[in-house]
């Protein structure tokens, strides 16, 4: 492996290992940090304790605050299950075939049966009495109470004049995505979500006013135990999402829905949890679809041949309030590997009622694709008889299920499919003219051999493939992937980048147009007009990729030549922007973009590593220029260590950067800062 | 890592649901690399002992964040570098480095091996931390080149680099005093 240490380095690092040998019997671990003591420290008990006090205690208080504030009234019976949901029918999975009714006609039984099927293959892959070990350790854990969420206020004044805008940089026009910064025009609503041990990894939301001053009006703190706090603005609602990991609960996939007419004084409206982890979420036409998996235990009490229903069924809050999700709105895949279920409702906004709709799926899913008509969802399926590196290097398959978005909130089950191997992310997802495109990276499929090749596979609306591509870039990963009306683009790297260009207009026999090898590749690709499009991603040489970004402008207007007319490279930087692609932000008008590049001269320096700094960039005449480069205001302070080395804190991470009107406002950890776009002077900054 | 893939993967998933026990034993398996780490880096018992067990409730905290469970031993390293770094940072001048003695109870005088190994930790003092915290993992941890890149955020090519400069330095210290 050409990152792997330079052999005579290995050579001493193994020696300097043994020579250290002598030491580590010199110091054992001390008691303090033994399993034991740890395990009770933590803020947990059993994981099969019924829900979040902490949640329940949240919202009495919030319920509260919204009968007298507002006025709204939440109905004590809540109608949870009302109105079409999904539908497919238990014995025909890989293609759910007509879904018009009510229910997918799964009886309880049918799931009892299913949840034992499972249980008995994982207890076949239990050895050596492990977990019978582990049952038979006996640590003592406490369980302990969070604080429920508290509101704090600021100062209000009158609204800013409204000009352009940044917005989050969604996948599919008219389809929203949840992010850690919302610009509204007028207000910035951004959630500081590092894991912070000081304050236990707790979210904050901080309403700030741009314009004329950058103000900070409201601070929101949610307590511990949250993570992956994102939200969503639509007029004045606010939408917080995040995972919760109530003390001796299971995880909870929550909603909050603020009415911030006032933007000092955000009102609780209700809030929505179900069981599981957030596993994405979109918001199209005012209706928020909220996704989420849920692990099943299989340890499952089994009285008198029955399963008690509270063990195995999914569970969704209203305000607190629980309602069991009967077996009818659970699908049953039977190709299902894991314990695990997907769960998605449906909430309105805008609406003070508590009401969602909600269907259930037996079977995790992965990455989702999303558009206005439409929900995906990608489930990847390992080979479990393989070795390890089968089992864990690629998926050998991927499930798609897909979802029909009917107005009302109802969603509906549209078909299943399949295809070889695995998507990268939500980008390598797409559908066009009701034809569904994927592209994934998986072993190739003949000869079983462990080589990885990719696909391009086109399935129509009842997820049957009709076309496709295979075993494209042996031995290559794919890296981005963007798919733009009847085209698709590629990159797949090992040492140099080949974009490739794909003819997706003939559904039935796409077919490779066009290529183009460049060192390093994109990890992103955004469309700019109809003419370009814009790669980010690590630069390279021949060798391999170097310490470096490249932002490329690629000339697709011909797809039998695409070409490289302009690039830029930012030294000493890297990007997650694989992982992120919300990081990036387009400002059309005045034909800018930017993004926070990750600093890694920290290593030459001494300064150490998570720092970042936001890149702005502009495109003028097919030319990629580089505009400027924005700091956070956050202090740098060398610090010394005990050893004598010099530190840096690396609380100078840009996380986010938006703009209003002629301003650039950038996001970290505990600030904000505006920016003249015109000469990227520091104009204003906040803390919070 | 003892356990076997589907076992860590099971492990882990409980964990994910809240299960301290399953997140104990994942914690267990590691606790003393964990904690040598911390000690190497920091230098001092208390400081390292306070370190691992910060870590270690972050690492609960966040252990969704954890999607590959065969990549649990670099995740949790990571979070105990930069938990490391932190404290640092805290303590500001740092300054309590124990006397050697203090660390390892009464040294033989004449026991070649022992002072060898004292003279491989004193060297490893001259690095600056992000170089150490490399060496650290490889020769701790058992590393590769990737699963440091993975632990301490950075890209690949630039942790082989980090190694890289860390040896010559550590060669050079060590040939000075002749070992």
């Known amino acids: 492996m050409k990152y792997d240490p330079h052999p005579q380095d290995i050579q001493d690092l193994d020696t300097l290992r043994e020579a250290l040998t002598p030491l580590d019997r010199r110091c054992p671990l001390p008691a303090r940090l033994e399993a034991r003591h740890i395990a009770g420290r933590l803020p947990a008990g059993k994981p099969k304790i019924p829900p979040a006090l902490i949640l329940r205690r949240a919202a009495a208080l919030a319920v509260a605050v919204v009968l007298t504030l507002t006025g709204a009234v939440i109905s004590d019976r809540l109608n949870l299950f009302s109105g079409r949901l999904l539908r497919l029918p238990a014995e025909s999975p890989s293609a759910f075939g007509d879904s018009g009714g009510t229910d997918f006609g799964t009886s309880y039984y049918d799931l009892e049966r299913a949840f034992l099927r499972l249980q008995k293959r994982v ?93 900070v009006l409201c601070t929101i703190s949610l307590p511990d135990y949250r993570s992956d706090v994102e939200l969503y603005v639509q007029g004045d609602r606010l939408a917080l999402l995040y995972t919760e990991y109530p003390p001796g609960g299971d995880s909870l996939s929550s909603v909050r829905i603020y009415d911030v007419t006032d933007r000092e004084n955000p009102l609780l409206v209700k809030t929505f949890s179900q069981k599981g982890k957030v596993l994405s979420s979109r918001l199209v036409g005012g209706r928020l679809y909220l996704l989420s998996t849920e692990y099943v235990y299989l340890d499952f009490r089994v009285k008198g041949g029955v399963i008690p229903e509270e063990e195995i069924l999914p569970v969704v809050y209203h305000n607190s309030e629980p309602q069991t999700l009967p077996a009818s709105k659970i699908a049953l895949m039977p190709d299902a590997e894991e314990p695990s279920y997907l769960l998605i409702s449906s909430l309105d906004l805008q609406s003070s009622k508590a009401e969602s709709e909600s269907a259930a799926i037996l079977g995790a899913g992965s990455q989702v694709y999303c558009n206005t008509e439409a929900l995906f969802v990608a489930c990847q399926q390992y080979d479990t008889t393989g070795g390890l590196m089968r089992r864990w290097g690629v998926a050998a398959k991927t499930l798609i299920y897909r979802f029909d978005l009917l107005p009302g909130g109802t969603v509906k089950a549209g ?274 | 890592m003892a356990y076997d893939i589907s076992h860590l993967s099971y492990l882990v998933q409980q964990a994910q649901a809240g299960s301290t026990e399953a997140f104990g034993t994942l914690y267990d398996s590691l606790a003393r690399e964990l904690y040598r780490y911390a000690l190497y880096f920091l230098g001092a018992p208390g400081p390292a002992e306070d370190a691992v067990q910060e870590a270690a409730l972050s690492a609960f905290r966040s252990v969704r964040a954890l999607r590959d469970p065969a990549r649990l031993r670099p995740w949790f390293f990571r979070i105990l570098a930069n938990q490391c770094k932190r404290q640092l940072r805290q303590s500001a001048c740092g300054g309590e480095t124990t006397s050697l003695e203090e660390l390892f109870g009464e040294l033989p005088a004449a026991d070649a091996p022992l002072g060898r190994a004292l003279e491989v930790r004193q060297a490893l003092a001259i690095l600056p931390a992000g170089e150490r915290d490399a060496v650290l993992l490889h020769v701790l941890g058992g590393f590769t080149g990737r699963e440091i890149a993975q632990a301490l955020g950075c890209p690949a090519g630039t942790a082989r680099a980090r190694l890289s400069r860390a040896m010559a330095k550590l060669r050079k210290e060590l040939e000075e005093h002749e070992i």
């Not at chain 1, 894991?195 to 901080?206: D, F, I, K, P, S």
């Not at chain 1, 039998?560 to 007319?565: G, S, V």
């Not at chain 1, 890297?574 to 890694?600: A, M």
């Not at chain 1, 030459?604 to 720092?611: E, Y």
């Open chain 1, 123 to 215: 207890a076949r892959e239990k050895v050596n009495g492990f977990l019978e070990d582990l049952a038979s350790r006996n640590w003592g854990a406490k369980a302990e109470m969070a604080a429920p969420g508290e509101l704090f206020e600021a100062e209000l004044s009158d609204t800013a004049g409204k000009t352009g805008h940044g917005q989050t940089n969604n996948q599919v026009q008219g389809v929203d995505e949840a992010d850690i910064l919302k610009n509204d025009g007028t207000y910035l609503y951004y959630v500081t979500n590092s894991l912070n041990t000081e304050a236990g990894g707790v979210g904050r939301l901080v309403i700030l006013r741009a314009k004329p001053k950058l103000e």
């Open chain 1, 415 to 688: 078909a299943g499919g399949e295809v070889p191997g695995a998507p990268l992310n939500q980008f390598s997802m797409d559908e066009y003219g009701g034809y569904f495109r994927i592209a994934t990276t998986g072993n190739r499929e003949s000869d079983k051999s462990s080589e990885i090749v990719n696909f391009v596979t086109v399935l129509d609306k009842d997820l049957q493939k009709v076309g496709g591509l295979e075993n494209l870039a042996p031995g290559e990963r794919i890296q981005s992937a963007r798919f733009l009306g009847g085209m698709g683009y590629l990159v797949t790297f090992r040492q140099t980048d080949p974009l490739f260009v794909i003819d997706l207009t003939d559904p039935k026999a796409p077919k490779v147009a066009g290529e183009l090898k460049l060192p390093g590749f994109s990890a992103y690709l955004h469309p700019w007009g109809d003419r370009y499009l814009i790669g980010i991603g690590p630069d390279g040489t021949e060798d391999g990729t170097t310490d470096a970004t490249k932002i490329s402008l690629f000339d697709i207007s011909n797809p039998a030549q695409p070409k490289e007319i302009s690039r830029l490279v930012a030294e000493k930087t890297w990007t997650t922007i694989q992982q992120d692609h919300k990081q990036f932000v387009v400002c059309g008008e005045k034909s800018l973009f930017g993004l926070p590049l990750q600093n890694y001269e920290s290593y030459d320096t001494d300064r150490q590593g998570g720092s970042s700094s936001f890149f702005t960039f502009r495109v003028k005449d097919g030319q990629l220029v580089k505009d400027f480069r924005l700091e956070t205001v956050e202090p740098i302070e060398p610090i010394l260590d005990s050893w004598g080395g010099k530190y840096y804190y690396d609380s100078r991470t840009v996380f986010r950067g938006t703009y209003t009107g002629d301003q650039w406002f950038i996001f970290s950890g505990g600030s904000a800062a505006a920016y003249g776009m015109a000469d990227g002077k520091l104009a204003d900054s906040v803390t919070f």
